[in-house]
Nanobody, 124 residues
């Protein structure tokens, strides 16, 4: 089993920044890609970013490209999402997830472990 715990969410004004963290515990010895998703009320869960095990490749949704940066520290079993220039439409619950394999994906179905989520609210 793998446990993922997100932290770093909160209330921020438009244009502000937040840094989310996701710490993994349990059976983390294998190499997997990781992803960040978000879900706003009444909407489906949407892909935000993904990163390969080696951090050699990252992919972002068009809606966050240039504003969000995903990174990982494998020694700490932790992934991060740096969010800058936040907008009200970024308001959602943010989830990290572990991919089923080493390849990155934007598909929800390609991830088998999920965190409990952390709320991000962008409002003045």
């Amino acid at each position: 089993q793998v446990q993922l715990i997100e932290s770093g969410g909160g209330l921020v004004q438009p244009g502000g920044s937040l840094r989310l963290s996701c710490a993994a515990s349990g059976r983390t010895s294998h190499r997997f890609a990781m992803g960040w998703f978000r879900q706003a009320p009444g909407k489906e869960r949407e892909f935000i970013a993904t990163i390969t095990w080696s951090s050699s490749t990252t992919y972002y949704a068009d809606s966050v490209k240039g504003r969000f940066t995903m990174s990982r520290d494998n020694a700490k079993n932790t992934v991060y999402l740096q969010m800058n220039s936040l907008k009200p439409e970024d308001t959602a619950v943010y989830y990290c997830a572990r991919a089923k394999g080493i390849r990155s994906s934007w598909l929800v179905a390609e991830y088998d472990y999920w965190g409990q989520g952390t709320q991000v609210t962008v409002s003045s």
